[in-house]
């Protein structure tokens, strides 16, 4: 019942930048956590940066200095600003939603993914 639409994936330079976004509709009641993760080629998922309710946030070491996520509650987005980026920086990137439907039961919801590819 949850729908996460991924948007801002594409093909940079190294040392440019992109901004991800993922907004979630459906019968969502609360959200706990939005976060970012990516998988490359041939390597295993990993947390990419996450917000949680109460605005903390969490960074990779590899993006902490080049990373930023943000968040709009009332839009239910949440947004990966990526600047500096690196040849590394290549992968899937997928949005990841927390939180409780209306109906008060828990949720944790996932986008299609979008690819990031930082090739000169």
């Known amino acids: 019942q949850v729908q996460l639409v991924e948007s801002g994936g594409g093909l940079v330079q190294p040392g440019g930048s992109l901004r991800l976004s993922c907004t979630a509709s459906g019968s969502i009641f609360s959200i706990n956590a939005m976060g970012w993760y990516r998988q490359a080629p041939g390597k295993e998922r990993e947390l990419v940066a996450r917000?949680?309710?109460?605005?903390?946030?969490t960074y990779a070491d590899s993006v902490k200095d080049r990373f930023t996520i943000s968040r709009e509650n009332a839009l239910k987005t949440v947004y990966l600003s990526m600047n500096n980026l690196k040849p590394e920086d290549t992968a899937v990137y997928y949005c990841?939603?927390?939180?409780?439907?209306?109906?008060?039961?828990?949720?944790?919801?996932w986008g299609q993914g979008t690819q990031v590819t930082v090739s000169s």
């Open positions: 990841s939603v927390a939180g409780g439907y209306t109906n008060f039961r828990s949720f944790d919801s």
């Open positions: 917000v949680i309710a109460d605005g903390r946030t």
